[in-house]
């Protein structure tokens, strides 16, 4: 079955650190540019970091910009994102997500397979 | 990042049609077709329905079908039926490596 799962969501007190993984089945992720997305509760959807099939080429949203780090790992199939000095305002649902289309400035423009979301919950 | 804006709400009885407006600024849709939208149920993710204003990916119903003017994006959901109820968002490419996302609209199929 081709799939995402994403996890390793949790409660963080603000200024710690969190570690997202994405871990694809039934196809390879390899080949594809990837992305992470969140939801914050009862909240609309913002996209966050996009990371180049072969990891040459990184972006974020500026809100994140040198707190979260997007990596790849080839062998294992897989995504991470190392959250750090994590805010109240990053409570959210994360989603990994395939990027079906991208612009040659690096936007990820459509993501056509996504993960089931791993809650992350920043408060003291 | 800014929000791109859509309605709070939209309903039908089944077997009508619903249009649900998303609308940005010139950097958002000027010059680019670059539009999605997603639907997306109670504690499950978006799942991509639209994408470039008026492509369906494969399985996606053709009762599903969008359309763009100028600032303003479209969805159209023809035929209701009750599994199209949900959240609805649309997203546009915004420049650089940014994408924006609509404010999302609740279907309800009355």
């Known amino acids: 079955e081709v799939e995402l799962v994403d996890s390793g969501g949790g409660l963080v007190q603000p200024g710690g650190s969190l570690r997202l993984s994405c871990v694809a089945s039934?196809?390879?992720?390899?080949?594809?540019?990837k992305s992470w997305l969140r939801q914050a509760p009862g909240k609309g959807l913002e996209w966050v970091a996009t990371?180049?099939?072969?990891?040459?080429?990184?972006y974020y949203v500026d809100s994140v910009k040198g707190r979260f780090t997007i990596s790849r790992d080839y062998a294992e199939n897989s995504m991470y994102l190392e959250m750090s000095s994590v805010r109240v305002e990053d409570t959210a649902v994360y989603y990994c997500?395939?990027?079906?289309?991208?612009?040659?400035?690096?936007?990820?423009?459509?993501?056509?397979?996504w993960g089931r979301g791993t809650l992350v919950t920043v408060s003291s | 990042q800014s929000a791109l804006t859509q309605p709070p709400s939209a309903s039908g009885s089944p077997g009508q049609s619903v249009t649900i407006s998303c609308t940005g600024t010139?950097?958002?849709?000027?010059?680019?077709?670059?539009v999605a939208w997603y639907q997306q149920y109670p504690g499950k993710p978006p799942k991509l329905m639209i994408y470039e204003v008026n492509k369906r990916p494969s399985g996606v119903p053709d009762r599903f079908s969008g359309s763009k003017s100028g600032i303003t994006a479209s969805l159209t959901v023809s035929g209701l039926q009750a599994e199209d109820e949900g959240d609805y968002y649309c997203?546009?490419?915004?420049?650089?490596?940014?994408?924006?996302f609509g404010t999302g609209t609740k279907v309800t199929v009355l």
């Open positions: 997203s546009s490419y915004a420049g650089g490596s940014n994408l924006d």
């Open positions: 039934g196809f390879d992720f390899n080949i594809y540019w």
């Open positions: 997500a395939r990027v079906s289309s991208v612009t040659t400035t690096g936007a990820a423009l459509y993501f056509d397979l």
């Open positions: 010139s950097i958002d849709f000027g010059g680019y077709d670059y």
């Open positions: 990371i180049k099939h072969d990891a040459r080429e990184k």
